[in-house]
């Protein structure tokens, strides 16, 4: 038995030395790495993937754990023990699901189709993709079969971003979404207010807008000694360590504020890494979050719970405003405020305000589904995809690029991910309706930018948990139920019916 | 045969690409980790030196080895493919000398001894030092006791980090130059020039510095898609593969020109890096530098024969004078070329110029030696070294910290490392020496900043040999002879005597 727990703490710190260590890769590929080092890049994830896959795999590892979950022996373990080794049961379980070819023609795959739909997107060609995404989709489909959860095939896929997560529950969740998203999309395209706003042309400078974005990640408690922030061309956050992560934005970006909310999103995932259990759960399965719902749900608080409230520029507009006076000097609180808010049906989902972002997501869920049943063919998808946006957001986009082209999610296999967009939009949501119950004053707290409590709140409820829980107990836990649709429009039509003067 | 050859080059594969990993974390801990990365950081260092020293040793390389280098077999193989497999077979020949035991014992030893170190050097303490240093020793003899190379017990820590070099050699050269060295060194310092030379005080800021030293290593040919320079506590130079070379530099030491040099040295290291053979020979043991002295005379080569030659300065002399004008304004090219190029004995080996440079090796050479033989024990040392500065320098450091603990090298186990800072000085010079016969034109160039043929005369001399030789094969094959520091002793009083007017 002892025998057998050694080992598997053995493998595992293992595995999360990998983890590190293929987080650096990436990290530097993304942010520092001279150009001409990509082929040697790829040779060295690819390295570090197959180690780590091997050992996940591995029979010796296989037979470790099922010692150890033997009802007789699992018993005498500790909790914490108990705790690991059904987590890794369940995890590896999985993972010897998939026949290893299976993996090696999956990253062939999709090797090739995210080179295509580069070259598609770039030169409004989906032909050029489309081959690439059927054999995606069939592969997939066989995936669906190799995991084989119960209900729908979709749900093997969402389990691997959302365990736990069905298409039973999303459907139940997003119809309830759909019309009513629809519904206040459409009085505010009907209001007097949607008829004025026009777009803000402005233009801060880099220096200044990084300044800004270090003062904000230091408002945000972002320790320095065990975070950095830097550029890459899309922001991301990755951990190397417990102790070491690494979250970027972008100066460069058209619109004035991109640095400023990728820094507050990337900066919400960075509180979440530094925050998972990292004592007795140290270089386990336990110390990762559960879900990526839930990771996104850190962000989505931060940038848009927190990042996109009155209070919050009740003080970042002054420094703002200081900042660039030239441009903002004119401009008060009360206009920002509506102005960082402003809704606008667009084509491009990462470039979505809050309310339609939603609809961007239920979109592609659909799109996924009817793939999925075999509902609709791959060729279709340029058609579909226009009319879904037409009826879900008044708009029609021009090309493929800014349609059906414009993420690269599926290229590299990626089916399945997108609800957890719109999954930690809503979580984000409960999550600050909770606190606010239990802490009235947190208002006041981001008006002073004095981050303290909610952190500490932050902390206690969601990130010290690790994976001891799924991202659902997690959020029953604190907020009493899972997903929960009704607060998130509730909390839409409270914010945006006055905004608009509806 | 083919089976064998193929595992042995699937094998140097992953080892190349373990250590382009291993030094990717070296290199982000250096220049951007947060400093509480530093635990998990050496868990991943770990990791990835055990994975590969493991393979390296294996009895499955080593028997497929064995039967690649059976005389039969052997000479069936192609050219290319016989260099790979006798370099191989003598690297882990050695290699597997060692038992793992040792090697374990040897890097706990070290990890203490480095943090030890640390702090005698700060507390001007030898004491805090000296057992590990003990220790070191000890360990270093019975290493040397397992390799048994022929001739004194040195050989065999000289030979790993320059191969073939003995102590019978060195003591030749050395013996050589230590008078000669003295006496031009007593020369100097008697003249009316030194009596009167002063010591400069200017102060450049760091971003000039930094503009200056881009536009340099522009001039030096370093390619931005292969190559970056960054900033470090010390400055160094890694390869993460052979298109991705990364250099650092400080910019905020009190020499207002450790920057310009330093920059000037490690992106010679870099150049050599990036000329490393790597069509045939990518990912096998022979894309790497033959030894440490020889990459040390791609640095100096830049640093001492280009970087403080006066035609350098024509073209980079009017560059910094317009880039500090109030600092260099009253200064004309021939007083910068004197200061640039001053004589001052001085404590610390890395702040000495390029005359006292080889008395400062010629000192530890002395001493290590002597270790060794059991001539002079450990707790003689800071007693010892004083004796020798004086004796080759004429001054006395006040303080341990300025003397027998101001390098770190011995920390960390690293005996037999300082002569080859002296061989790649001497191999530099004989380098320059020769390339300035082939082409005569070379001054003219250094004076218009146009490197292009003296790159490809390295590259093609040096650079594109990696280990099919050794360094002194590739020296004899360039310059007709080995080692020789007549040439080196010729060329600093060509230099240092008309300047001092000795």
Known sequence: MKKSLDFLYKIQKELSIFGGIGSLLDWDQKTYMPTQGAIERSDQISLISRLSHERFISEELWNHVRKLTDPDVLNKLEEKDQIVVKRLEKDIEKARK????FVEELSKTTSLAYVAWQGARENNNFDRFSPHLEKIVELRKRYCEYIGLPGHPYNSLLDDFEEG????????AFSYLKPRLVEILGKIKDSECFNKQRDVKMNFDAENQKQLCFLLIKKMLIPSDKARLDVSTHPFTTSIGNDDVRFTTNYGRKQPLFAFFSTLHEAGHALYSLGLPKDEYKYTVISDAPSFGLHESQSRFWENMIGRSRNFWKYFYPVLQKTFTRQLRSID???????VNQVNPSFIRIEADELTYGLHI????EIELALIDNNIKVSDLPGVWNEKMKELLG?????????????MHWSVGDIGYFPTYAIGTIYATQLFHQLSQENPEVYNEIGQANFTNILSWLREHVHKHGRVMTAEDIVKNVCGEGLNSRIFISFLKDKYYPLYGV
Chains 1, 2 share one sequence.
């Open 165 to 172: 997560m069905t298409v039973e529950k999303l459907k139940q």
């Open 333 to 339: 609180l009360e206009t920002w405020y509506f102005y």
């Open 395 to 407: 708009i029609v986009p021009k090309t493929d690029t800014e349609g059906v082209l414009q993420d």
């Open 98 to 101: 998939i026949p290893p070819d």
């Open 362 to 365: 239920i979109l592609r869920f």
